[in-house]
């Protein structure tokens, strides 16, 4: 369900934490669990091959999102519950709205919680949507993520309508009455949502301020541990990296992932060997090369907490990749 669809879509599912990687329209994403626990999530979502979408997932796992979204559209994200999540280095709130535009390298913290309607519609919609509400011909949307918080009352007319329009295309979407272009309805909608933005002061990703701040520390950590996930990685390593002393490294990650540094690196090197595993029946490694391509050296601490984190031992998921 990342790429869109040769023909209208529907569905509404669970979603295992190993099935995330479909829970977001024109954004196939790279999923890293970042704490033990699999309890299913749930989306609603519709897809038209006009490239808009209707996506409405509640998510019960924290995990880790990155991925690049479609060049060609734009997200309109109405939060519900926040959960203390982030998106593209934005802090969310309820009733918050976020506009992530075309092509953006979307990065994504997720707590168990989180609950949003998105509607995904191409740029071209989005701008004249736009120029409606400013009265001018505009050339251009913005290039970065910017979001403005609504009151509640506000907030929640919009979700309720996103939620309507997604109980009533769910009905059409299996057959020939779904649209190609976006509904009325939905560009109406997201026309009461222009307005907010024009009319409020909107945050954007990058801005300065002490969360900012942290996020990038963590960013800049999380960066360099990807790249040397293979190495031994003290903590005194990736502060020196950084720039920042071990108190800062561990309020960077807490606040902004909700684990410590070395939690984060065990998440990661987890993550990376569950996907080297469930391709292990094409590559011939075994579990304990796996584990060593990782960076992991302690196998039966490995054994447990990849147990603890995905419900299965490192052997039996490869052994259910060969047989697949």
């Not at 190609?180 to 949502?193: D, I, R, T, Y």
């Not at 954007?204 to 960013?219: I, K, L, V």
């Not at 002393?245 to 090197?269: C, D, G, K």
């Not at 992991?296 to 984190?309: D, E, S, V």
Request: glycine residues 8%; aromatic residues 6%; proline residues 6%.
């Amino acid at each position: 369900m990342t790429t869109w669809p040769s023909l209208p879509s529907y569905r509404d599912v669970q979603l295992g934490p190993d099935d995330l990687t479909s829970a977001a329209s024109g954004l196939p994403v790279k999923i890293d669990r970042l704490s033990p626990g699999y309890l299913p999530s749930r989306i609603r979502q519709i897809q038209s091959p006009g490239k808009w979408a209707l996506d409405l997932p509640e998510f019960n796992c924290a995990f880790r999102a990155s991925g690049g979204f479609d060049p060609g559209s734009v997200a309109i994200v109405a939060v519900e519950r926040a959960c203390g999540s982030t998106i593209c280095g934005i802090a969310l709130e309820d009733d918050l709205i976020l506009a992530i535009p075309a092509g953006t390298n979307v990065t994504a913290t997720v707590r168990p919680g989180l609950a949003y309607a998105v509607a995904i519609v191409p740029t071209a919609t989005w701008m004249e949507i736009q120029s409606v509400v400013a009265g001018i011909v505009l050339e251009q949307v913005s290039d970065r993520p910017v979001a403005v918080r609504l009151a509640t009352d506000e907030a929640q007319r919009i979700r309720s309508q996103m939620k309507s329009m997604a109980d009533y295309l769910g009905t059409v979407a299996s057959g020939p009455f779904l649209p190609e272009q976006p509904p009325a309805s939905l560009v109406e909608c997201l026309g009461v949502v222009a307005d907010a933005f024009a009319g409020a002061d909107v945050r954007e990703t990058g801005t300065g301020g002490p969360a900012n701040r942290h996020f990038r520390q963590a960013s800049a950590a999380e960066d360099f541990i990807r790249t040397h996930i293979r190495e031994d990685i003290p903590i005194v390593r990736l502060c020196k990296e950084v720039g920042v002393s071990r108190r800062q490294l561990e309020y960077a990650f807490r606040t902004t992932f909700a684990v410590t540094p070395l939690e984060f690196i065990r998440a990661l090197r987890l993550n990376e060997a569950r996907r080297l595993l469930t391709s292990g029946g094409a590559t011939g490694l075994s579990v304990t090369k796996i584990a060593m391509e990782v960076g992991i050296t302690h196998l039966g601490r490995f054994a447990a907490n990849y147990r603890l984190f995905f419900g299965e031992s490192p052997k039996e998921t490869l052994q259910r990749a060969g047989r697949s």
